[in-house]
């Protein structure tokens, strides 16, 4: 049973402040993906990774930069919190053998509110 | 790149009644179209997916169609029952993107008793 996790279910941080959000999965996945989920504007991708130290850009990069050390493990890295990023965070991973796209998988989420 | 398009934002349906979602997609790529279910307060699971050398797939009271001539796809839900109400993603993607997936906004399904 594939398990992603997220270090924090509330995060509550000021303007200005570095905002760490990291994501774990135990499913020894390639793919994994950060996006924030805003009412009626669904699911958008920030980044993702597509093996470990590789990282591409996905649609609202902005403001946000990634780190994969561990195949593992996928960090979200707000350099500057400010309060257009107070948002639901999804993290996901997903197998990429062969090229073809597979199931993602979604952590629980982490609510971030910048005050 | 791809941009998909999810209508209607909002459905309300009587138990027991069907429930249909559409959804259209630009990159004529595409060839996985995935559905998640978001109950409240939970996170997106897949439910149903489809790949593009089918036209059709089911699963008990959920279906999906695709056409791809028209690039649209539906998820038609059977006798409704209040555990369907949700938020529905469609999504697309397609080969050598390393799994990325292009969501539509999202349906919020109500099933009243």
């Known amino acids: 049973d594939v398990k992603v996790t997220q270090s924090s279910r509330y995060l509550v941080k000021r303007t200005g402040e570095k905002v760490f959000l990291e994501c774990v999965q135990d499913?020894?996945?390639?793919?994994m993906f950060w996006y924030r989920q805003d009412p009626g504007l669904g699911l958008r991708l920030i980044y993702f990774s597509y093996d470990v130290k590789m990282k591409e850009k996905g649609d609202i990069p902005e403001g946000y930069s990634v780190s994969r050390e561990k195949k593992e493990r996928f960090s979200l890295i707000l350099e500057s919190a400010s309060t257009n990023q107070t948002s639901m965070y999804l993290c996901?991973?997903?197998?990429?053998?062969?090229?073809?796209?597979?199931?993602?998988?979604f952590g629980p989420g982490t609510r971030l509110t910048v005050t | 790149g791809e941009n998909v398009e999810q209508h209607p934002s909002t459905l309300s349906v009587q138990e027991g009644d069907s429930a249909v979602i559409k959804c259209t997609y630009s990159d004529s790529a595409s060839n996985y179209f995935p559905w998640y279910k978001q109950e409240l307060g939970k996170r997106p699971q897949l439910i149903i997916d489809?790949?593009?050398?089918?036209g059709e797939k089911k699963d008990q009271r959920i279906a999906v169609t695709l056409n791809k001539t028209a690039k649209h796809f539906s998820l038609h839900i059977t006798e409704t029952q209040p555990e369907d109400s949700a938020v529905y993603f469609c999504?697309?993607?397609?080969?050598?993107?390393?799994?990325?997936?292009?969501f539509g906004a999202g349906t919020q399904v109500v099933v009243t008793p």
């Open positions: 499913m020894d996945h390639e793919n």
């Open positions: 996901a991973s997903s197998q990429g053998t062969s090229g073809w796209t597979y199931e993602q998988y």
């Open positions: 489809i790949r593009s050398n089918v």
């Open positions: 999504a697309a993607s397609r080969r050598l993107s390393w799994g990325k997936l292009q």
